[in-house]
């Protein structure tokens, strides 16, 4: 044992009051003396369980000896990997894009200084397609004489039933949509968001243009990046810490399945794979985030959230690298892009010294495969504007992300957005796996090669998920194989 007595009582009566029990000096005496960092949490949750089947507040000598008893003890200790696969495989992260806190303004000016930067940089992804020929602006496609053709570049202002207002950089007006347009334009149409920048193919009629089709800026269709190393990246995002309706016993599971691989052979030869793991948001339950949250809540003071968190993130065996960012429940500033997470709370995580703290969103390269990490709050607008996306499908407004090449086109809606002079939530560079969360629903897929993976949550279901008919789907996370691509699913009811 190299740590101080003190130190080690202080961290064990921490946790003891975070769960709600009081521990006699014997008692105390007695998990000082036989103390282990890592299966800690594990056996005071054991102790509190015990005490409240015996109703009582203050745990005595008998009960911490019957929770560490041999048998007990036998659980925690063994069945540890003889040899973790991943650990002789060197880390190998580069962070392509994390965004730090900055003063912005959030003026007339600047606002229109963002829209002109998200105009310019999706209608360059547009003008380098083959099938934006001809173009023209949209002032000049309104001279054009009748039954002329073409194409422009718009951003949609609002969406009606037989017509969107649109604009470009020096002019707005009405596209029409032809009462007998087919199916393939009706659907792109339900997909249209506001504030989203497309190409439109259209004709001229009676001095009036009609919509022909609608062109997205999209993702190009690219073979998935594998990699020679057998390793696996494990994802999983909304963690709840703090809530009453945090899993805690069932990610323990995790954490204990990633240091001994489970019952069966199979599962253990997947854990050992395991080199990294990303959390997308929502470590935390946070403080104050609606209202009457506290009633909510079991542990009520944000620093003691990432504390208890940090305590359960030191299990995870050193040579797993742990991505976190922040979601719209964590201690930074709410607008996207958010900065990470505090220092002051991110320090607790990263004292472990395997956590690496990033922005939401952010792009990182795992041993070059690239993954575009975004908590996904905007799923919320793209649910309301979007006909085919819902919360219990967040595949289809990923995909709607993707098609139009922005993690949340909808500005003044229910998303904050950081509108400044540039606009940083363009995805400008295609990623090989998109990763999501905010609404705890376990879903994955693939689009044009690339990987969806909406990882669920840890958060049994809360009552405002029952006001707005969402079921979770809690206790699963993802493993990605870097070598051939497959995606596990792994459930820790």
């Not at 703290?357 to 793209?382: A, Q, R, W």
Request: glycine residues 6%.
């Amino acid at each position: 044992m190299n740590q101080d007595k003190g130190d080690i009582k202080k961290r064990i009566l921490t946790e003891a009051t975070r769960l709600g029990i009081l521990l006699n000096p014997e008692a105390l005496l007695i998990l000082v003396e036989n103390y282990d960092e890592k299966s800690l949490p594990t056996i005071l949750s054991k102790i509190a369980e015990e005490a409240k089947k015996r109703n009582s507040v203050v745990v005595s000598r008998e009960v911490v000896t019957s929770v560490i008893g041999a048998s007990i003890r036998a659980e925690i200790s063994a069945g540890f990997h003889t040899h973790f696969l991943a650990k002789d495989v060197e880390d190998d992260i580069e962070i392509l894009k994390s965004y730090e806190a900055k003063q912005v303004s959030d003026d007339l000016e600047a606002r229109r200084q963002y829209f002109a930067d998200r105009y310019s940089k999706i209608s360059s992804m547009l003008r380098s397609r083959a099938d934006m020929s001809p173009y023209y602006p949209l002032r000049k496609a309104c001279s054009l004489p009748d039954r002329s053709e073409g194409k422009t570049i718009v951003m949609v202002y609002e969406k009606r039933e037989n017509y969107i207002v649109v604009e470009d950089m020096d002019f707005s007006t009405k596209i029409l949509i032809p009462r007998d347009c087919d199916k393939d334009l009706r659907e792109k149409i339900g997909r249209l968001l506001p504030d989203s920048v497309v190409g439109v193919s259209f004709y001229v009629s009676n001095s009036k243009l009609f919509c022909r089709s609608i062109i997205f800026p999209d993702v190009p269709i690219k073979k998935f990046k594998t990699i020679e190393e057998d390793i696996s990246v494990l994802l999983t995002s909304d963690i709840h810490y703090g809530s009453q309706k945090f899993s805690e016993k069932a990610f323990l599971r995790m954490i204990k399945w990633l240091r001994d691989g489970g019952v069966t052979e199979k599962e253990r030869e997947i854990s050992s794979r395991i080199k990294y793991m990303i959390i997308a948001g929502d470590l935390v339950d946070g403080v104050g985030i609606y209202p009457q949250q506290e009633k909510e809540l079991q542990v009520r003071d944000v620093e003691k959230q990432y504390g208890g968190l940090s305590n359960l993130l030191s299990q995870i065996p050193e040579h797993i690298k742990v991505i976190v960012i922040p979601g719209n429940h964590d201690a930074t500033l709410r607008a996207i892009p958010q900065p990470p997470i505090f220092d002051e709370y991110a320090e607790k995580l990263e004292s472990n010294g395997n956590v690496i703290s990033l922005s939401n969103p952010c792009m990182v390269s795992l041993h070059g495969v690239k993954f575009l990490i975004y908590h996904g709050t905007s799923m919320e607008d793209i649910a309301t504007f979007a006909k085919n996306a819902s919360y219990d499908r967040p595949e289809n407004a990923m995909e709607i992300m993707l098609q139009l090449r922005h993690l949340a086109p909808v500005y003044g809606s229910r998303t904050p957005i950081i509108a400044h002079g540039r606009d940083e939530l363009v995805i400008e560079e295609v990623p090989d796996v998109f990763h999501t969360g905010h609404v705890h629903v376990f879903r994955n897929g693939v689009y044009r090669e690339i990987k969806l993976i909406n990882s669920g949550t840890w958060q049994e279901r809360t009552r405002y998920q029952e006001q707005l008919g969402i079921m979770p789907t809690p206790n699963i996370a993802a493993v990605l194989a870097l070598k051939n691509g497959s995606v596990s699913q792994i459930r820790f009811d």
